[in-house]
Each structure stands twice: as C-alpha cells, then as structure tokens.
C-alpha cells in the first residue's frame, strides 16, 4: 500500500477547517499510510486585516460569523456556537497568535502537537467563544495539551516560528494555495474545501489504486 504525503493548510480562523480537521483525522486512523503535514495559512495576518478586508472591524465580524453558520451546517456534529460570539465585546482575532501557537507546540512535539494544539485553538474560538489573540487564552490552551510552558512561551516568541509560517506562506503560493483548508498530496494534487469524508476516503482510495 503506498504512503501517500497530504500537506493541510489551515488557519485558527477558519470555521470550515474546524470541520474538516476531525475528518481528516478519521482518515489517518482509517489510512496509517497517510501522513499529515501542518501548514499555516493566515487568512487575516495582522490586528487590521479584518477592518482592511470588509471595511471595519464590525462588518467583518458580522460577515465572518454568516461564514460561521454555512460551516456549521457543514459540520458533522454541528459543533459551532455563533451566538455566542456575536455576544462577546473583543475585536474578532486574527491569524497571527494563533499560528505561533500551533508552531510553538510543533517546534515540542512535532505535528501530532501541531494538530492538537490546531483543535484545541479552534475549539477555543469556535465554541468557547474566547478571544484567541489574547496570549493568555493560547497559552491556556498549551497547558490543557500539558505542554511545557516555559518553553511554549519562549518558542512562540522566537523567530523560528516567524520563519516557520514564512516558509509555509511560500510553500502555499508555490502550491498555488489561495484559500483553505486546501490538500496537497504528494506535492501536486489539490483537494480545496471541507470535503466530506466519504469524498476524502474515495480519493484516497483512488490515488492507492492509481498508484499501486
């Protein structure tokens, strides 16, 4: 059976990778040939990104949380709380914390702590309705995955993690990644969107007997 290499590019924001994560680990359970590699995609890079893309920060987050409800329908549990987001006071974040976050745990325990750390982030914003650009609420986070501490902060701090988002943003624009989540497998086919796991399992199916 051949190892197929799926490359999963995500952002913390993004309410249909929250539906496609569980998914995607169905299909490594499934599939032990398939390897997952982690890959940050920041939808909204900086503090104004939101305000810049939808003319203010409020229009953005009504926007934002009608993104919510289609990817809540999409979800096989149907786990996302929009309403109680739409309550809560603080800017909506943006990608950046986030991201660090998942790096930082990656640079402890590879990309199975990258994936948790990535679920556990998702969780806090899409059903815990915290605030994930507050580092207190990533580094609650870090502690609940029993993460060293010391070392989440000095990692999310340094610039290896800076440096690695930067090379996952150019692999994405070499890729041709424009959107998420997006696949890549085996550095050249792209699934994009939260495909259903029947349609993830038939393709990867397909790619094994293809390449058999």
Known sequence: ??????????DVLCAWCFA???????????FPNVEVIHRSFAL????????EMFGS????????????????????????CTDDM?????????SMPGLKACKAAELQGGQ????????RIQKAHLIEAKNIAD???LLDCAIDLALDKDRF????????VIQAIEADSLRARLAGVYAVPSLIVNEEKLISGAQSYNTLKSFVQNLMEIDA
């Open 86 to 94: 739409a309550c809560k006071t603080f800017d909506y974040p943006y």
């Open 44 to 51: 909204a890079p900086t503090q104004y990104s939101i305000a």
């Open 1 to 10: 059976m051949k190892d197929l290499r799926i490359e999963f590019f995500h």
């Open 112 to 119: 199975s702590a990258h994936w948790d750390m990535f679920d």
């Open 57 to 80: 920060k409020e229009a953005g987050k009504s926007e934002i949380l009608k993104h919510w409800q289609a990817a809540n329908r999409n979800d096989d549990a149907h786990r996302i």
């Open 135 to 137: 580092f207190d609420v």
């Open 20 to 30: 496609l994560s569980p998914r995607m680990r169905k299909l490594v359970h499934e």
């Open 153 to 160: 902060v000095n990692d999310y701090h340094s610039e290896e």
